[in-house]
């Protein structure tokens, strides 16, 4: 959020044109100054309260593709467990890490979205769409990962994985499904 002194400078503004200066450079200092005004009257005027937009839109739409995330992280994860016995040549392996690593950063991102008001089964009613959507992305992204993790569990040493993502599968994936 912008400071109160960054707005109170667009008040003070004063435009001076040197020869060498353009229309178009006038013009684009001009809607920069008309920018920052608005900006400013909204925070201060609490208009993007009320007229702007909601952060559970944000999610409605991330959740709208939600079946091709579902089918996509399945995909993934089918393909790289065939590929241990089919794929002589590695090449599925090379590129391996990188689909952990993403799956793995999209629970993390699914998991924050059990701190949002909206999604919680308190607020959401069992037939909302948006609630039931989140419950299948995950349940899809976690299955992936632990279809991974059960086909390349004995090889995690052999791929350059972070040590937070490592620690990810280990804590949440392989010891939880483990017992």
């Known amino acids: ?26 013009k ?13 009257l909204k925070i201060f005027l609490g208009i993007n309260f009320l007229f702007g937009e909601l952060p559970q839109v944000n999610i409605q739409k991330c959740l709208g593709n939600g079946q091709l995330i579902v089918w996509a992280s ?20 090379k590129d391996l890490p990188v689909i952990i690593t993403t799956l793995v950063q999209l629970k993390q991102s699914l998991d924050k979205l059990n701190k949002v008001p909206a999604l919680t089964r308190k607020v959401a ?15 899809a992204v976690k299955h992936s990962l632990f279809n ?3 086909n390349f569990g004995e090889y995690f040493n052999d791929f350059p994985l972070s040590k937070d993502v490592l620690q990810y599968l280990q804590v ?8």
């Open 74 to 93: 399945q995909g993934i994860a089918e393909l790289a467990s065939a590929s241990l016995s089919e794929d002589k040549y590695g090449i599925v392996q």
């Open 125 to 139: 009613a069992l037939d909302d769409f948006n609630y039931k959507m989140k419950n299948a992305v995950t349940a």
């Open 148 to 150: 991974i993790c059960l």
């Open 28 to 40: 684009k200092n001009i809607d920069e100054t008309v920018n920052k005004v608005v900006g400013f």
């Open 1 to 26: 959020m912008s400071s109160y002194n960054d707005y109170v400078d667009v008040v003070n503004v004063t435009h001076t044109i040197s020869s060498g200066a353009t229309f178009e450079s006038l």
């Open 172 to 179: 949440n994936i392989m010891l939880k499904n483990c017992n």
